[in-house]
């Protein structure tokens, strides 16, 4: 019994402090000077960059976005939408569900995906 009390107390603190897994992550890369940008959202709506928590979002944007991720049907996306080469272009990367989605500036890109890819564009301040 005191060993069961004993265990408790030393898991319970860090399983409350453990974050929400993550829903998506949202990578940036290239451009002229070399930008690098990650944004993860996590399911509980905390909004963390550069591993520094920066945001929560309302309840409403996070079923916004799962709702969106959700309607691209992730795993029947092309892994990579590609166009010809840009110089200094931004490169994205988003990761959903285990499986990641790169995306050239510029590419087009099915309405599906389009959606869910602006909406991470603003939660990373790179849209209004």
Do not use: C
């Not at 019994?1 to 974050?19: C, F, I, K, N």
């Not at 709506?45 to 945001?55: D, K, M, Q, W, Y």
Request: without cysteine.
């Amino acid at each position: 019994m005191v060993l069961a009390v004993l265990l408790a107390l030393a898991v319970g603190p860090q399983a409350a402090s453990a974050p929400s897994p993550v829903l998506v992550s949202f990578r940036q890369t290239g451009g002229f000077v070399g930008v690098e940008r990650s944004v993860v959202v996590r399911k509980s709506g905390a909004v963390t960059a550069e591993n520094v928590r920066v945001s929560t979002l309302s309840r409403a944007r996070v079923t916004a976005l799962r709702n969106a991720l959700e309607a691209a049907r992730w795993r029947t996306l092309k892994s990579r939408y590609a166009k010809v080469h840009v110089a200094d272009g931004f490169l994205y990367a988003i990761t959903y569900g285990g499986r990641t989605i790169r995306i050239d500036q510029g590419a087009t890109l099915p309405p599906r995906l389009a959606r869910p890819f602006v909406l991470l564009q603003r939660i990373a301040g790179l849209r209004s």
